[in-house]
Protein backbone atom coordinates (compact mmCIF):
# COMPACT_ATOMS: atom_id res chain seq x y z
CA UNK A 1 0.00 0.00 0.00
CA UNK A 2 1.05 3.73 -0.65
CA UNK A 3 2.04 5.60 1.61
CA UNK A 4 -0.67 8.08 2.95
CA UNK A 5 0.26 12.34 1.47
CA UNK A 6 -0.43 14.58 4.59
CA UNK A 7 -0.39 18.36 4.60
CA UNK A 8 0.21 20.17 7.34
CA UNK A 9 -0.77 23.78 6.80
CA UNK A 10 -0.01 27.11 9.09
CA UNK A 11 -1.80 30.36 8.65
CA UNK A 12 -0.57 33.84 9.89
CA UNK A 13 1.94 34.31 12.24
CA UNK A 14 2.79 30.89 12.55
CA UNK A 15 6.19 31.17 12.04
CA UNK A 16 6.59 33.85 15.01
CA UNK A 17 6.01 30.82 17.40
CA UNK A 18 8.92 31.16 19.60
CA UNK A 19 9.33 34.75 19.17
CA UNK A 20 5.09 35.73 19.31
CA UNK A 21 3.36 35.66 22.86
CA UNK A 22 6.02 33.03 24.78
CA UNK A 23 3.47 32.89 27.57
CA UNK A 24 0.51 31.47 25.33
CA UNK A 25 2.95 29.28 22.59
CA UNK A 26 5.89 28.67 24.63
CA UNK A 27 9.45 29.48 23.21
CA UNK A 28 9.93 26.32 20.95
CA UNK A 29 10.82 28.16 17.84
CA UNK A 30 8.72 27.33 14.80
CA UNK A 31 11.46 25.45 12.88
CA UNK A 32 11.92 22.74 15.88
CA UNK A 33 8.77 22.04 15.84
CA UNK A 34 8.11 21.39 12.12
CA UNK A 35 11.22 19.22 12.33
CA UNK A 36 9.15 17.26 15.13
CA UNK A 37 5.90 17.29 12.75
CA UNK A 38 8.34 15.65 9.99
CA UNK A 39 9.35 13.40 12.31
CA UNK A 40 5.92 12.19 13.79
CA UNK A 41 4.59 12.08 10.48
CA UNK A 42 7.41 9.87 9.10
CA UNK A 43 6.88 7.85 12.37
CA UNK A 44 3.09 7.61 11.66
CA UNK A 45 4.37 6.31 7.91
CA UNK A 46 2.93 9.29 6.01
CA UNK A 47 4.68 11.40 3.43
CA UNK A 48 4.41 15.18 4.84
CA UNK A 49 4.95 18.62 3.59
CA UNK A 50 4.46 21.74 5.94
CA UNK A 51 3.62 24.79 4.45
CA UNK A 52 3.50 28.03 6.23
CA UNK A 53 2.10 31.47 4.67
CA UNK A 54 0.83 34.78 6.07
CA UNK A 55 -1.44 35.14 3.11
CA UNK A 56 -5.16 34.12 2.87
CA UNK A 57 -4.86 33.56 -0.75
CA UNK A 58 -1.85 31.37 -0.56
CA UNK A 59 -3.33 29.28 1.97
CA UNK A 60 -6.24 29.42 -0.35
CA UNK A 61 -4.14 27.97 -3.33
CA UNK A 62 -2.62 25.30 -0.80
CA UNK A 63 -5.70 23.77 -0.17
CA UNK A 64 -7.03 23.96 -3.72
CA UNK A 65 -3.68 21.98 -5.06
CA UNK A 66 -4.21 19.54 -2.02
CA UNK A 67 -7.38 18.07 -3.40
CA UNK A 68 -5.31 15.99 -6.27
CA UNK A 69 -1.86 16.04 -3.55
CA UNK A 70 -2.81 15.13 -0.60
CA UNK A 71 -4.84 12.75 1.71
CA UNK A 72 -5.50 14.51 4.65
CA UNK A 73 -4.49 18.02 6.11
CA UNK A 74 -3.46 19.23 9.41
CA UNK A 75 -4.89 22.79 9.40
CA UNK A 76 -3.86 25.57 11.53
CA UNK A 77 -5.50 28.70 10.14
CA UNK A 78 -4.31 31.18 13.01
CA UNK A 79 -6.64 34.49 13.30
CA UNK A 80 -8.28 33.11 9.95
CA UNK A 81 -10.03 30.59 11.93
CA UNK A 82 -12.26 33.09 13.32
CA UNK A 83 -13.45 34.99 10.13
CA UNK A 84 -12.61 33.56 6.80
CA UNK A 85 -15.35 32.43 5.24
CA UNK A 86 -13.23 32.29 2.02
CA UNK A 87 -10.83 29.77 3.98
CA UNK A 88 -14.06 27.75 5.04
CA UNK A 89 -15.58 27.65 1.28
CA UNK A 90 -12.01 25.88 -0.02
CA UNK A 91 -12.16 23.90 2.31
CA UNK A 92 -15.86 22.55 2.01
CA UNK A 93 -14.66 22.68 -2.20
CA UNK A 94 -11.68 19.78 -1.27
CA UNK A 95 -13.00 16.48 -0.26
CA UNK A 96 -10.18 15.04 1.83
CA UNK A 97 -10.43 15.52 5.57
CA UNK A 98 -9.16 18.26 7.61
CA UNK A 99 -8.16 18.84 11.44
CA UNK A 100 -8.58 22.50 13.09
CA UNK A 101 -5.61 22.66 15.12
CA UNK A 102 -4.29 25.22 17.49
CA UNK A 103 -1.68 25.34 19.86
CA UNK A 104 -3.52 27.14 22.64
CA UNK A 105 -6.82 26.46 23.74
CA UNK A 106 -8.66 29.17 21.67
CA UNK A 107 -12.17 28.20 24.07
CA UNK A 108 -10.33 29.34 27.37
CA UNK A 109 -8.99 32.66 25.54
CA UNK A 110 -10.58 36.20 24.02
CA UNK A 111 -14.25 35.85 22.90
CA UNK A 112 -13.53 36.33 19.08
CA UNK A 113 -11.49 32.93 19.42
CA UNK A 114 -14.15 31.22 20.59
CA UNK A 115 -15.88 31.17 16.97
CA UNK A 116 -14.44 29.03 14.21
CA UNK A 117 -16.00 29.65 10.59
CA UNK A 118 -14.14 26.36 9.06
CA UNK A 119 -15.06 24.17 12.30
CA UNK A 120 -18.24 23.23 10.54
CA UNK A 121 -16.28 21.67 7.46
CA UNK A 122 -13.43 20.13 9.21
CA UNK A 123 -13.57 16.84 10.77
CA UNK A 124 -12.73 17.71 14.17
CA UNK A 125 -10.74 20.38 16.38
CA UNK A 126 -8.03 19.95 18.70
CA UNK A 127 -6.81 23.02 20.45
CA UNK A 128 -4.75 23.56 23.42
CA UNK A 129 -1.86 21.31 23.38
CA UNK A 130 1.10 23.19 22.30
CA UNK A 131 3.18 21.65 19.86
CA UNK A 132 1.30 18.54 20.79
CA UNK A 133 -1.48 19.41 18.97
CA UNK A 134 0.10 18.76 15.87
CA UNK A 135 1.12 15.52 16.79
CA UNK A 136 -2.41 14.68 18.38
CA UNK A 137 -3.83 15.84 14.74
CA UNK A 138 -1.71 13.67 12.47
CA UNK A 139 -2.57 10.65 14.84
CA UNK A 140 -6.28 11.77 14.17
CA UNK A 141 -5.98 11.46 10.45
CA UNK A 142 -5.01 7.79 10.48
CA UNK A 143 -8.47 7.04 10.67
CA UNK A 144 -10.00 9.37 8.44
CA UNK A 145 -8.02 9.05 5.20
CA UNK A 146 -9.58 7.49 2.33
C1 LIG B 1 -3.90 29.77 17.11
C2 LIG B 1 -5.03 30.46 17.86
C3 LIG B 1 -5.54 31.64 17.07
O1 LIG B 1 -6.61 32.29 17.77
C4 LIG B 1 -4.44 32.65 16.86
O2 LIG B 1 -4.89 33.73 16.09
C5 LIG B 1 -3.20 32.05 16.29
C6 LIG B 1 -2.79 30.73 16.73
C7 LIG B 1 -3.27 28.64 17.95
O3 LIG B 1 -2.50 27.85 17.38
O4 LIG B 1 -3.49 28.56 19.16
O5 LIG B 1 -2.50 32.69 15.51
O6 LIG B 1 -4.44 29.17 15.95
Not at 24 to 42: C, F, H, L, M, P
Not at 98 to 119: C, L, P
Amino acid sequence: MSKKRVLVLLGPNLNLVGIREKGVYGDESAESIEKQIREEADKLGYVCDVYQSNWEGALIDKIHEAREQYDGVVLNAGALTHYSYSLRDAIASVKIPFIETHMSNVHAREDFRHTTVIGSVCAGQISGFGKYSYFLALAALKNLMK
